[in-house]
């Protein structure tokens, strides 16, 4: 996924790739360790 993600070019609109690279490569995503207010904190950092 992670690479997929990188590999992935989007011309012409706005997309959300980034923040779901960020969540294939956060720790807590991957051990499955996170709450209701996840998503937001992480959109903050």
Known sequence: ???AL????VEGIKTNQ???GK???DGG???VDFTI????KLMRD
């Open 29 to 31: 995503f991957k051990q």
């Open 23 to 25: 969540l294939v490569r």
């Open 1 to 3: 996924m992670k690479n």
């Open 37 to 40: 207010h996840y998503l937001e």
């Open 18 to 20: 980034s923040l779901h």
């Open 6 to 9: 990188d590999e992935l070019v």
